[in-house]
């Protein structure tokens, strides 16, 4: 056989594989999460978010440069549709080099029976990568994730193409086209460099006879290399070029020539260098400038965050248009810091206040001498604060000033740990540490908390188990086994319960130890799409890889183990994940399941190996060894259960049988070839199963939902209007739609969390397309950053009322603001504020319709619900203050109440937004707010709105789109209700017009004149108007209730929580069909659930109490409503005898519980079933 032929054909075939897969699977549209964003970026150039995606934008920009609009995101996922299937091919080739290194390992011959199974090895590892979760997630969108595993791939590859020629004159040209790659990657993301620690482990085994010294100073010089990269050049290549900038341009020179001068000096030091290297034979020399030369010249790619950011595009996230304030935008400073080897808890007691690094700005500065007194954007601003405060002897000049001197932003702590993992304040996190953690305020260490309470100080076993449950186990190695074992759905998971995202094998005799019996596991659980069962192929085999490796070529398995561990467990230690992620981060460990797929290919590899020179002694002990193994756990871990002693004895059953079969083979036939073909064989199911049972979750074809719930943000608004966002998701999809695809570009999209960013408030009050500056009124040295309205204070204990126009401008006035610390803070007299409405503004604008122009009040007051407020909750103030009411502004409807500051009373529901008008419509309910326009929102569900084919055959609506589709759900339900009560009213309409009519009929038949014949007619006028009103909107909300479940059928989207408010709807408007088809499906999947809760185990089923809770009460509210609120006795029968079938099932499970344990069942059940106890 010619190895190399089939080497380079078969990987030419697994990249076909791949790309057919991702292709066939691809988004179409764009999708969720940052997805928006990378793509308007890209297809525009614009600036992204810190520390931003130059060369992704620029090769994405290629990419859609001739597409149409509507297919330019369809152009960039298929961009990473191509970095994925290339990855892959890289990685068969990755695997084959390793194999044959095997195969070759004592100066053996190639032969065809080793062939086979090395190119079976590249086949099998290569695809089970290509079927893994985390990385086919990332390759159907688009994302830097997956270009960023294509570097990673080629860089892997690339270090053992010079290994294959590493005597060769010339070779290590190979290592300066690495880190020129890597340079590069940095412009895509810095994953990419984790990769550097095992390629240095590649060069130090290939160049040196080893010993331990020479080890050891592998790694660490291969340390160094990562850190001068990360630490040193990255920001090094931005920070000097802003320091010389700085003070060339403050001591008189051209701005940039600081810049150009460093670059200059920079370039001329490098070519000199490389020149005497060269000249005087320095090769180690040589090699390292050339290297960081080529790194440098890729790295240059972010020139162009600076100049497109220079040109003031539509997306200009902080704004780096020079050196220093691109040295911000790479240090990700909007997102703060986190502590990694040495830091607090979060109780610990702060110690006292340090000044953080200063942030300068370019502009004008207002100076008497050299003292600075303010400095301003733009010279008029600097010459009108002079007037103004009538400053002499000033002058004003045009400098880098420091635009925020961080006076007391950064705290040293009395008390500090090594590897904290329990560090932020934010009261979410602190409750997750604790679950986590197992944390009982019992420490030996006692502080006083913020709410000036003593508790202990965790302890450091806390703060390891912590790390080790939390961030090792469910923030790692859940993601690990999705990948090789198997997911039971793709809920996301917050607190490890049993119910949501986990792990499973499919092997009952595991998982029921892992996440309770499984035996009555419900239908809908099983119809989740993230069902995917491995059955543990795909891990046993990695291990199989993993041990033989490390036994037949330890070097090389270190290799691919650095790999492996600097791309996982590295991250995690880095990153120092927090508690309750808003979503799933897998994606970000890719780069390890990829060292994990090298391993599983080789296990094809390891299978022949093992036929031909496993002995049966070695056989023997191997499994006599693995057994014991488990034996031995299965005692240690006592009677909380057995999940690990179970794994590890199916993992020896399933390994025993491999080796047994393919021993055999050896043993008998002898022939080589048939050997390695059928060691391949024997591996071939892994990924196999992981693309079956993996194809229906990850296909995103036909699926437009992101899409589609922009274009309703943006339909459901007039033109011109300002509309409030506050998340990601329901942000980016509408700066795609805007950006690439021109959907309303009048609209001005206003995201709540970044305008606290003083950046991002510049970017709104410049004009954008057809939409016009957002009207805000104060100025940007009030509302730059480190200034006084970051954060407000606000007496809220009084109750004075103010005007808000006053309230606003007052806080806009830098005479008014509070210093405190070195800084200055905002004050607010009080909370409770009011707007005078001038009425024919209101008319001339058209706020309202005509007919409610008589309901419009004449003052607007709300009572800001806190004590203090953000700089975006400010800036949100300052617009209705100073607006006039001539732009429409709109809040979208999914952000908390507290996000509204007390404006909800003053909401029109239009359809996925609230409208702002000057009509009191106070609603008590706590989730809704103001008024239903149901005439807009019946025409916007029914006839404008599109629903992101969530009713296509088998188009798949996960998690996260199911988050999206429970507010379709609910506003389609306000909807109904609020049409039946339309209905309702205009009933008690009709029966009061019809009593006046028969009375005034009975008084004009007794002698009325004409004046009671003019009222007559006009109650019959009246009476008519009313008469068919209730039909009709009874009418329009069982159409609404149809088309809630017509666009979201049951199949594709799962019945939740909202649906049993459904059902009274139903039943109210004469739709007793889809009524009982909801009662029904309710009924026959909670009686199901109660079944698998209540049979999980105790272990388990203590931990679904809500979930049981939630069960019981959609049990109980279908019998109330069909027994007694709409009498449908032969429905009610039904639940009648499921209701009692689960109370007797419920009282058992109860008492099970409490001698379970005693103290936490009692305490649990008391708590989440008091109707029980108090009974």
């Not at 802003?242 to 001591?251: G, L, M, Q, T």
């Not at 079956?692 to 274009?711: C, I, K, Q």
């Not at 730059?784 to 007496?795: E, K, M, Y």
């Not at 084919?949 to 506003?971: I, P, S, W």
Request: glycine share 8%.
């Amino acid at each position: 056989m010619n190895y190399k032929l089939l080497n380079n054909v078969t990987g030419w075939l697994v990249f076909a594989i791949s790309t057919w897969v991702y292709f066939a699977t691809m988004e179409e549209t764009v999708s969720l999460w940052d997805c928006g964003e990378y793509i308007s970026t890209a297809n525009g150039l614009q600036v992204g978010h810190p520390p931003g995606a130059p060369l992704f934008n620029m090769i994405g920009r290629l990419f859609s440069a001739f597409s149409e609009p509507h297919e330019v995101a369809a152009a960039i996922n298929r961009m990473s549709a191509l970095s994925s299937s290339f990855s892959i091919l890289f990685l068969f080739w990755t695997i084959t080099h390793i194999a044959r290194k095997l195969a070759t390992r004592n100066g053996e011959p190639l032969n065809d029976s080793k062939i086979i199974a090395i190119i079976g090895s590249g086949f099998v590892g290569s695809l089970a990568y290509t079927f893994s979760d985390s990385f086919w997630f990332s390759a159907v969108e688009g994302e830097v994730y997956a270009m960023s595993s294509f570097f990673t791939a080629v860089v892997v590859w690339a270090i053992y193409k010079w290994d294959e020629v590493a005597d060769e004159a010339g070779s290590d040209r190979w290592i300066v086209f690495i880190m020129f790659l890597i340079g590069l990657s940095v412009g895509v993301h810095l994953l990419n460099l984790l990769a550097i620690p095992a390629m240095g482990f590649v060069y130090y085994f290939r160049r040196y006879t080893y010993s331990n010294k020479g080890f050891i100073m592998a790694g660490v010089i291969s340390i160094v290399i990562l850190g001068v990269i990360q630490a040193l050049i990255i920001p090094g290549m931005v920070s000097m070029p802003a320091f010389f900038e700085r003070v060339f341009s403050n001591s008189g020179m051209p701005f940039n020539f600081g810049a150009w001068f460093f670059f200059l000096v920079l370039i001329g030091l490098l070519v000199w260098g490389i020149m005497y290297s060269h000249k005087h034979s320095k090769y180690i020399l040589n090699l390292a400038l050339n290297s960081f030369a080529v790194v440098v010249i890729g790295y240059s790619c972010f020139g162009m965050i600076i100049i497109r950011s220079q040109a003031n595009t539509p997306i200009d996230e902080n704004n780096p248009e020079n050196f220093v304030t691109l040295l911000s935008y790479l240090n990700r400073e909007q997102y703060g810091s986190w502590p990694i080897l040495s830091g607090p808890y979060w109780n610990s007691e702060i110690k006292k206040s340090v000044d953080g690094n200063p942030i300068f700005m370019r502009g004008f500065a207002v100076k008497r001498g050299d003292r600075l007194i303010k400095g301003f954007r733009t010279e008029e601003e600097a010459n009108r604060y002079i007037a103004k405060k009538g400053l002499t002897g000033v002058k004003v000049n045009e400098e880098y000033f420091i635009a925020d001197d961080r006076k007391g932003t950064e705290y040293v702590y009395e008390q500090t740990t090594f590897l904290p993992r329990m560090f932020s304040r934010d009261p979410r996190h602190i409750a997750g540490y604790k679950n986590w953690s197992g944390y009982d305020g019992k420490g030996r260490v006692k502080v006083t908390n913020a709410r000036g309470e003593v508790e202990g100080l965790p302890t450091f076993g806390n703060n390891l188990t912590y790390m080790l449950e939390y961030q090792m186990g469910w923030m790692y190695w859940r993601y690990f086994m999705w990948n090789f074992s198997g997911r039971q759905n793709d809920e996301q998971g917050y607190d490890g319960t049993p119910l949501e995202g986990n792990w499973i094998s499919g092997v009952n005799f595991v998982d029921n130890e892992l996440i309770g019996n499984q035996e009555n596991l419900p239908a809908h659980m099983k119809a989740n799409k993230s069902y995917n069962r491995f059955y543990m192929l795909p891990l046993i085999l990695g291990l199989i890889g993993f041990f033989w490796q490390m036994l037949r070529d330890p070097k090389n398995w270190f290799v691919v183990f650095l790999l492996f561990f600097f791309t996982g467990i590295a991250i995690i230690l880095y990153l120092n994940p927090k508690p309750y992620e808003p979503r799933e981060r897998d994606y970000a460990y890719a780069g390890s399941f990829y060292a994990f797929a090298i391993w599983v290919g080789l296990a094809v590899y390891a299978l022949f190996d093992m036929a031909k020179n496993l002995k049966l002694r070695e056989f023997a002990y191997f499994v006599g060894g693995v057994f014991a193994l488990s034996g031995i756990i299965y005692v240690m871990e006592g009677s909380e259960g057995h999940a690990f002693s179970h794994v590890m004895l199916y993992i020896a059953l399933v390994s025993f049988a491999m080796i047994a079969v393919i021993f055999a083979v050896g043993m008998f036939l002898k022939q080589d070839r048939v050997t390695a073909t059928l060691a391949t064989i024997i591996c071939i199911p892994a990924p196999y199963l992981m693309g079956a049972e993996g194809w229906d979750d990850h296909d995103r074809s036909n699926r437009t939902a992101a899409l589609d719930l922009a274009w309703n943000y943006l339909q459901t608004c007039e033109p011109n209007a300002i509309l409030f966002t506050h998340g990601d998701n329901d942000t980016f999809p509408l700066w795609y739609a805007q950006e690439v695809e021109g959907i309303r570009r009048d609209v001005r999209v206003v995201n709540l969390s970044l305008l606290g960013t003083d950046w991002y408030i510049d970017q709104m009050i410049r004009k954008a397309y057809e939409s016009e500056p957002v009207p805000f009124t104060i100025t940007e040295d009030i509302y730059r950053q480190g200034g006084a309205i970051d954060q407000v204070f606000i007496n809220s204990g009084s109750q004075k009322w103010e005007d808000l126009t006053f309230a606003m401008d007052s806080l806009a006035n830098d005479d008014n603001h509070m210093p405190y610390e070195g800084r200055t803070f905002g004050m607010m007299n009080t909370n409770k504020l009011y707007m005078v409405i001038d009425k024919n503004k209101i008319k001339e604008n058209h706020v309202v319709r005509d007919e409610d122009m008589n309901n419009v009040v004449d003052t607007i007051k709300f009572v800001v619900p806190k004590g203090y407020m953000f700089k975006n909750d400010v800036m949100i103030l300052d617009l209705l203050a100073h607006f006039d009411w001539k732009r429409p502004v709109y809040f979208a409807g999914t952000a908390d109440a507290e996000t509204y500051l007390g404006l909800g009373d003053y909401f029109l529901l239009k359809g996925l937004n609230y409208k702002f008008v000057p009509l009191y419509n106070p609603n008590p309910s706590r989730q809704e707010f103001g008024k239903v326009d149901t005439d807009t929102m019946y025409h916007m569900f029914m006839d404008v709105y599109r629903w992101g084919n969530m009713n296509g055959k088998g188009v798949y609506v996960d998690y996260y789109t199911r988050r999206l589709t429970n507010n379709y759900r609910l506003q389609f339900l306000n909807l109904a209700e609020a049409l039946v009560n339309e209905g309702r009213e205009a009933d008690q309409k009709r029966l009061y017009y019809e009593n006046m009519v028969r009375i005034t009929e009975d008084s004009l038949n007794r002698g009325g004149g004409e004046a009671m014949e003019k009222r007559l007619a006009n109650l019959k006028v009246q009476l008519d108007k009313n008469k068919n009103l209730k039909a009709e909107k009874y009418d329009k909300a069982k159409k609404v209730l149809n088309k809630a479940f017509e666009v979201m059928p049951e199949e594709n989207v799962p019945l939740d929580r909202i649906v049993p408010s459904y059902v009274p709807l139903c039943y109210e408007v004469g739709d007793d069909t889809l009524g009982n088809r909801l009662v029904e499906s309710l009924v026959k999947m909670h009686d199901e659930n109660l079944t698998y809760y209540f049979n999980a185990g105790e272990r388990f089923s203590i931990n679904m109490m809500d979930d049981i809770s939630l069960s019981r009460r959609i049990l109980m509210m279908m019998y109330g409503i069909t027994t007694q609120s709409y009498k449908k006795p032969e429905v009610a029968a039904k639940v009648e005898a499921v209701l009692q079938r689960q109370d007797a099932a419920f009282y058992s499970w109860m008492n099970a519980i409490i001698k379970y344990d005693s103290k936490i069942g009692g305490m649990k059940l008391y708590q989440t079933f008091p109707e029980v106890f108090e009974k």
